[in-house]
């Protein structure tokens, strides 16, 4: 291993040695400050470490790392809302009784294994990714050990995401057995020569897809996604949505632009399926539900729907344009996430629909925030929402993804349903019972997101032509 | 820059209001008339210096904002902005002035909204980007739904969705083909930009053209509105408070007309030519049924909101029309219409203010408590029903002339029309101002604040009805333009075989 290989490794290597210092630093003494302190330092060193590494890439490391422009890219957005999500949790654990600080320990191994995922070129790193990601992700969705909705949607957790990476080694193991390789360039290069894939590979196409959908909650694969919403932390479930899906989503386009999976009709078939289910299942069921996690669960799933369409168009521009619609869907989940957990308390989850009525005459600048992620959710202009949507819809359409798009659209009707009946209910004549003070850290947060959304949707250009630098596979 | 300074102040001025609410009831509206009177008065300073200038466009500025996706900023302004810039601005004022006394909660988030909703419309008139339009046209919305449905009436909650998912539907189709358009002329040109000035004259196909036009359409039509697709109107008049009336009557309708002057008309020549014997016929059918339903109501509110459709029902009949005169009246209609409508909702809002109901059978004889008021809603019942001497008189008279001259039977048909706004105006007087008194009200006349707002209306109806020429010789060149632009492209169609056979290749087909 060379020095460039070692410093390539910086931020991953930081993400591993963070959580050891705090497990020692708490076996000795306990407090929560320092121990957040720390968590953030290391975070911020990791994607300051980033820039270092920009010199030396394209870069492979082994067959297992490859790291290049797009890999630092979902490094990037990875850690940003890592960082965000840590942010958000310094209120809502703070209030909680009992230990807390291996909170943050497990935070980091869950941000190792989904930043692990960002530079996986072999099945073997993205399945290690994986594994680290969910395995993490178990003891977080059930940390409040106290709540039993907490516990059960771990164990609800535990049990399909177990399932979901059977189905997701067996298919990698079908798609070794056909070409006798796991590295994506070496499968990418033996399909080239092919000129009609193997049955077999797509079989464990097929198998890896199921693993896949699992982990992005897509149609058929989203049944575990609102109950581990409602019962994990509020900070927790903004992670799930955000720095796991990302991880995965980063990986499967690799993988998928690899393959070159948008050339056959097929999977091509089999993907619109899904991702059309996705919407309409996700919006459809978003309109009944009484509890604002459930909500934005199913609004995740119909988002996932219309965000896998643009893989295929099978180009770089409609890449780009996922990229984009990406970060401002991080971002608005985690303002409303953040709002969610910054107004929950011990006592009382802030979750029912019921508590936030009135709300905005209460607490208005917790109520326009979340207003305003959900404004942006569906896509309505001055927030980045819409230029999202825009840019999506645009190279959908360039690319003659017609049907997909339009049933895109029709959805977006649907979403604006359910996100006005939340805002409805803030801004309407009742008296909120929810009213938990809330330190300036929070507030702090939740503006820079505000400014964050406001800001990509007035003047996303700066972005765009970052992404477009940058988003290229 | 001006056009820029305008929006910018409006915005400013709308979170000024929202913080100042905090402090006292009297800030935000203070804020707002200054915001609104000072871009009234940087708009008018501009209408003495340069109406003289002959140009297209008076003002034209561009910049750039998404270059990537050729997203610009580009803002002009040409006498038919212009005019609908004045009208928006002095009814933002009166909207201000009216609610002084009716807003009592949440007076600073209510400012917020309603200056919000007049910077989406002057950002509409002014757009030549049709991605910034459709950003301004969707930016009306939401201050729009809160306005409804925070400050409304009883059914206010129904009445703010109603309206939302109305126009967002209707915006998405129209958001299609703004897309359409742009690859049409990608695929064409090879440049894809979104400006406005590039697409005029995008050669395509009469399919295309009528699909793409259509997602126009359901836009501009839902928000006029047109016969069948008019569910949203009275509902959403009725259920706002007065100022959400006012605005919505007076100019978030005139947004649909002036889209379809200036997008519909220009860019899409042919095929809007052979929408037109569809769109008279539904102006028509607009006038008639307006005016019968409006005849059969009882509510005070929802019957000038359906007088609205009838009267709207006359601007797309002379939209279709295709020539000056019509266009003249169009233009005329969109001001008239704006003021005496705002004055009537006005009225209905200060007599709800007194005795707390809409219903036109509780009311009857009120002419001996209120003698002013009753004056008031005598010259704008006048106003509606085509009284020579007032605005909408030149304007219905222009729109009938000029159909005339396109379409014999639709014009006589619309005729008709006159007839059945007499018998709702006359309705309104009969059943409010004279008769016997249904019930004792114990109400007041007018104040000195609803006097003066009563009587500046009053006057500027009456000059538009007495003095229209000055409108007409500000809007004619752009209203030329537009024609030239729609008559224009018609005549150089040439052989329309061969060009069809030879676009298809281009069209559609990326990669």
Redesign the interface.
């Known amino acids: 291993m060379t020095n460039i290989d070692l410093m390539s490794l910086t931020p991953f290597l930081i993400l591993a040695i963070a959580p050891i210092i705090i497990m020692m630093v708490i076996s000795i003494f306990r407090n929560y400050e320092v121990v957040f302190g720390f968590s953030i330092l290391s975070v911020v060193a990791a994607i300051a470490s980033i820039i270092f590494i920009l010199p030396v890439i394209p870069h492979s490391i082994t067959p297992l790392f490859i790291i290049d422009r797009y890999s630092l890219f979902f490094l990037g957005i990875i850690l940003v809302s890592a960082l965000f999500v840590l942010f958000l949790s310094y209120d809502y654990l703070k209030q909680l009784e009992g230990i807390r600080e291996e909170y943050y320990i497990i935070l980091f191994t869950a941000t190792l294994g989904a930043a692990l995922l960002a530079v996986a070129n072999h099945f073997i790193l993205f399945f290690l990714g994986i594994e680290t990601l969910t395995l993490s992700l178990y003891i977080l969705i059930a940390f409040e050990k106290s709540k039993d909705s907490s516990i059960e949607a771990g164990i609800k957790y535990l049990v399909l995401a177990s399932v979901s990476s059977a189905f997701l080694l067996f298919g990698m193991g079908l798609i070794y057995l056909t070409f006798g390789s796991m590295q994506f360039s070496a499968i990418e290069y033996s399909i080239i020569h092919l000129k009609q894939l193997p049955l077999l590979f797509i079989f464990g196409l097929g198998m890896m897809l199921v693993g896949i959908g699992f982990k992005l909650a897509l149609v058929p694969f989203h049944m575990w996604t609102p109950d581990v919403y409602q019962g994990a932390p509020a900070p927790v479930s903004s992670y799930i949505v955000t720095v796991s899906k990302g991880a995965v989503m980063a990986v499967f386009i690799r993988f998928f632009f690899n393959i070159k999976g948008f050339d056959n009709s097929s999977i091509f078939i089999v993907i619109s399926g899904i991702a059309i289910l996705s919407m309409f299942v996700g919006n459809l069921l978003a309109i009944q539900q009484k509890n604002i996690k459930r909500l934005l669960a199913y609004s995740s799933i119909a988002n996932m729907g219309y965000l896998i369409i643009i893989l295929l168009t099978g180009s770089d521009k409609g890449i780009q344009s996922s990229v984009f619609y990406l970060i401002t869907y991080f971002i608005t989940t985690i303002g409303a996430f953040g709002v969610i957990s910054l107004l929950s308390t011990q006592e009382q989850e802030a979750e029912m629909l019921e508590d936030y009525k009135g709300l905005f005459w209460k607490r208005p600048w917790m109520a326009g925030v979340l207003t305003l992620c959900l404004l942006s959710l569906a896509g309505i202009p001055i927030t980045a929402g819409f230029i999202a949507k825009f840019y999506l819809i645009l190279e959908g359409m360039k690319a003659g993804l017609y049907i997909l798009i339009f049933s895109m659209i029709i959805n977006s009707v649907i979403g604006l349903y359910y996100y006005l009946r939340v805002i409805t209910g803030m801004f309407s004549i009742a008296n909120s019972n929810i009213l938990p003070p809330v330190s300036i850290l929070g507030k702090l947060t939740l503006f820079v997101i505000t400014a964050g959304i406001l800001v990509l949707g007035v003047y996303p250009g700066w972005l765009i032509g970052f992404i477009v630098k940058y988003i290229i596979l | 820059m001006i056009l820029v300074y305008l929006l910018l102040t409006l915005l400013a001025g709308a979170f000024l209001a929202w913080i100042s609410g905090n402090l006292s009831q009297v800030l935000p509206r203070v804020i707002s008339l200054i915001a609104l009177i000072a871009d009234l008065i940087f708009i008018s300073s501009y209408l003495l210096q340069s109406v003289a200038s002959s140009g297209k466009w008076l003002i034209d500025i561009q910049y750039?904002?998404?270059?990537?996706?050729g997203i610009g900023i580009h803002f002009a302004l040409d006498g038919l902005s212009l005019v609908m810039l004045l009208l928006t601005l002095f009814l933002g004022i009166i909207s201000v002035l009216i609610s002084w006394k009716e807003i009592n909660s949440?007076v600073g988030?209510f400012h917020f909204n309603l200056l919000l909703i007049l910077a989406g419309i002057v950002g509409v008139f002014l757009s030549l980007d049709l991605?910034l339009f459709?950003?301004?046209w969707?930016?009306m919305?939401?201050p729009m739904?809160?306005l409804i449905?925070?400050w409304g009436h009883e059914n206010r909650?129904k009445a703010?969705?109603k309206f939302?998912?109305y126009t967002?539907?209707s915006g998405?189709l129209m958001?299609?083909s703004i897309?359409?358009l742009?690859?049409v002329h990608g695929n064409s040109t090879g440049i894809y930009t979104f400006n406005y000035t590039q697409l005029l004259g995008t050669q395509m196909p009469a399919t295309t053209g009528i699909l793409i036009m259509s997602g126009f359409l359901a836009a501009f039509l839902v928000k006029l509105p047109v016969v069948p697709l008019h569910n949203w109107l009275p509902d959403a008049h009725s259920e706002a408070p007065t100022a959400g009336s006012l605005i919505l009557a007076a100019l978030l309708l005139k947004t649909g007309a002036y889209g379809l002057l200036r997008f519909i008309v220009p860019l899409f020549p042919n095929a809007s030519a052979s929408f037109a014997p569809i769109g008279m016929g539904l102006g028509v059918i607009g006038i008639l049924y307006g005016a019968k339903l409006a005849f059969a109501q009882t509510d005070l509110k929802r019957l000038i909101a359906y007088t609205s459709v009838s009267h709207m029902g006359f601007v797309i009949l002379g939209i279709f029309s295709f020539n000056e005169l019509a266009y003249q009246g169009v233009v005329m209609q969109m001001i008239a219409h704006g003021i005496s409508t705002g004055a009537l909702f006005i009225m209905a809002g200060q007599l709800t203010e007194r005795i707390h109901t809409r219903d036109i059978n509780k009311m009857g004889g009120l002419w001996e408590k209120a003698p002013f008021m009753g004056a008031i809603g005598l010259i704008f019942s006048m106003a509606s029903l085509g009284l020579p001497g007032l605005g909408n008189f030149i304007a219905e008279l222009l729109i009938l002339l000029g159909a005339f001259k396109a379409n014999v039977l639709m014009s006589v048909l619309a005729c008709l029309g006159l007839i059945g706004a007499t018998l709702y105006s006359l309705r309104i007087l009969q059943k409010v101002f004279y008769g016997k008194k249904n019930t004792d009200w114990d109400m007041n006349d007018l104040t000195f604040r609803e006097k003066t707002v009563s009587i500046s209306l009053v006057l500027i109806i009456v000059v538009l009805g007495l003095f229209p020429q000055p409108v007409f010789d500000l809007a004619k060149p752009a209203l030329l333009k537009t024609l030239d632009d729609h008559k224009g492209k018609i005549m150089l169609k040439g052989d329309p075989a061969k060009d069809e056979s030879q676009l298809k290749n281009s069209l559609?087909v990326?990669?």
């Open positions: 750039n904002w998404i270059p990537q996706l949440k988030f991605f459709y950003f301004f969707e930016l919305l939401v739904y809160f449905g925070i909650t703010a969705y939302f998912l967002q539907a998405l958001f299609i897309l359409a742009y690859f559609f990326y990669k």
